[in-house]
């Protein structure tokens, strides 16, 4: 039944997200490019990772690093030229690997030609490829709707007398994704990309896509935490996640349809209920709407075990489950559990039912960097400095090795690196056994190995206060996994007869090969995969 042949290659294997600024830098000007990543894919390979996703290349005046886009056909020269990217997918391709782009079509760059052209004149025939709305009587904008990175998500235009709507920078207004016109720029930018031969595309904040008619304004969020960023005053009721959004998604699925295996990844932060409508009906929306409950939700054993169950559960029929630890927007997974939990969180993120999202240098524990004040880039940390809400420290240059720089650039990269980078880095970790990398390798390795643990049913055993345990089944193979979420030791206990065979993976590599029944003692921050006679 679970003959792995019937999976998509996007279902059976690993994805691994690039922030390209911080990758690889090939020609010196402290900044990652292109052709950096080229020269990384052998790494990629002997990692075991089939799947890379770039964060925008694009053309962009980098107001939120390219997340700001001004040409959505042309790539940005300090990643490099067309050539290079071109250079880049082919010899992905020749590995057998797979790429996907990061689409942006949420909002363009304040100077991208076709809001240049909008915001000349109110009669301009591109003035409604974009959200204008008249102020209110005194002045003040339409309605209450915020800015993810703070403020008012309304600028005011003096030459055109009306307000833009922005859920991010004012340098990122929002298309009018109501007008037809707008849907088939951006769909010929998708045709753009996949005719060139891209797998796929991450598509950015694909729950922002459609706004309320009518404006309403959104309401007070009562759970408010004033440490959260501003945004998170107000529940986005009404400027995010409208039901009109999900004839935008199928009109995405259509195209890259026509084409053949490619795929749509959401990013969507949503409950698991509302999440999964993103599949559309029949699933005939986003292949993967991105699940971020592991990295939104407290490290609670209990809650993280009740919420995979509550998704298995709510998951469409015939439709493909996945989980991200950590993203270029979040908190790194090793400084948010510690780096002793990271282990066990490699090793669920891994063992789950679903295309697991590894994001770069997670493999080597790398821990959220403290950027000084003054060195900070991220919008969002310069415009709420007293929130410590910047993304630059889970950006930082990934650690190659213990030269100057880590390996990353010959001159002092963009952001700064780690000060632990002559310890933590690819080169040493590569020869030590006992290193996170070669642990996340020999984790993804079982796994690519394993139809259990790629495409393999999901039981659930058992979860208390310390720990999650399920199974993985596939055609009588079966794996036990038992993790210890908390970092002291913990005791489970058997009801069930089965539960007896060897370890073959574990956090603590003294474990492996030993023979388990009956009652398991776990250390604190230890977790292990049991293969069951
Ligand atoms: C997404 C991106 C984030 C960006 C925002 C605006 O959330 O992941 O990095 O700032 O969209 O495009």
């Not at 997340?67 to 250079?87: A, K, N, V």
């Not at 890259?256 to 029949?282: F, K, N």
């Not at 697991?356 to 900070?376: A, H, N």
């Not at 776990?522 to 995969?529: A, P, T, Y």
């Amino acid at each position: 039944m679970n003959n792995t042949n019937n999976y998509l290659w996007w279902q059976k294997n690993i994805i691994y997200q690039i922030y390209p600024r911080s990758f690889q830098d090939s020609n010196g000007d402290g900044v990652g490019d292109l052709r950096g990543i080229r020269q990384r894919l052998d790494y990629l390979e002997w990692l075991g990772v089939e799947v890379i996703w770039i964060s925008p290349i694009f053309q962009s005046p980098m107001a939120d690093f390219g997340y700001d886009i001004s040409d959505y056909r042309g790539i940005h020269p300090l990643f490099g030229s067309m050539d290079d990217f071109e250079e880049l997918l082919s010899e992905v391709h020749q590995r057998g690997m797979k790429l996907l782009l990061d689409l942006v079509p949420n909002h363009t760059s304040d100077q991208h030609p076709w809001f240049l052209e909008a915001k000349s004149s109110r009669d301009n025939p591109k003035r409604d490829w974009y959200i204008w709305h008249d102020a209110r009587e005194d002045g003040s904008p339409p309605n209450n709707w915020l800015s993810v990175f703070g403020g008012s998500g309304w600028e005011w235009d003096t030459t055109t007398q009306q307000y833009y709507y922005h859920a991010f920078l004012k340098e990122q207004p929002d298309l009018n994704w109501r007008n037809p016109d707008v849907q088939q720029a951006m769909l010929d930018v998708m045709r753009f990309w996949l005719d060139k031969g891209v797998d796929g595309f991450r598509v950015d904040v694909m729950w922002h896509m459609i706004k309320d008619q009518q404006f309403r304004d959104n309401p007070q969020n009562p759970d408010y935490d004033p440490r959260e960023i501003t945004f998170r005053q107000l529940v986005p009721t009404y400027s995010t996640d409208q039901p009109e959004v999900h004839d935008i998604v199928r009109m995405m699925r259509q195209l890259t349809d026509q084409y053949s295996e490619r795929v749509i990844i959401g990013e969507i932060y949503l409950p698991v209920q509302r999440l999964v409508i993103y599949y559309g009906q029949d699933n005939q929306g986003a292949h993967l709407p991105f699940n971020f409950q592991l990295l939104t939700l407290p490290w609670d054993p209990e809650r993280i075990a009740a919420t995979i169950d509550e998704y298995e559960g709510v998951l469409p029929a015939n439709s493909w489950p996945n989980w991200v630890l950590s993203n270029h927007d979040k908190i790194r997974i090793a400084s948010r559990v510690g780096i002793e939990q990271a282990k066990v969180a490699a090793m669920l993120l891994l063992t789950l039912r679903g295309t697991p999202t590894l994001y770069y240098g997670d493999e080597l524990g790398m821990r959220d960097v403290p950027i000084p004040q003054e060195e900070v880039h991220d919008p969002q940390g310069l415009n709420m400095p007293d929130l410590n809400a910047s993304r630059d420290p889970a950006r930082t240059p990934m650690q190659w090795d213990h030269s100057p720089y880590a390996g990353f650039s010959e001159v002092r990269p963009w952001l700064r690196v780690a000060h632990n980078y002559q310890r933590v880095n690819v080169l040493h970790q590569r020869d030590d056994p006992f290193s996170m990398l070669n642990y996340y390798r020999k984790l993804i390795q079982l796994r690519q190995k394993e139809p259990a643990l790629h495409v393999g049913n999901y039981i659930p055993v058992h979860a208390n206060h310390q720990i999650i345990s399920y199974i993985r089944q596939s055609e009588g193979v079966r794996f036990f996994i038992l993790l210890n979420l908390t970092h002291r030791p913990c005791y489970f206990k058997s009801e069930h007869e089965e539960i007896r065979g060897k370890v073959v993976l574990a956090t603590e590599i003294e474990r492996e090969g030993t023979y388990l029944t009956g009652s398991i003692e776990l250390g604190g921050d230890e977790g292990i995969i049991v293969k069951l006679d």
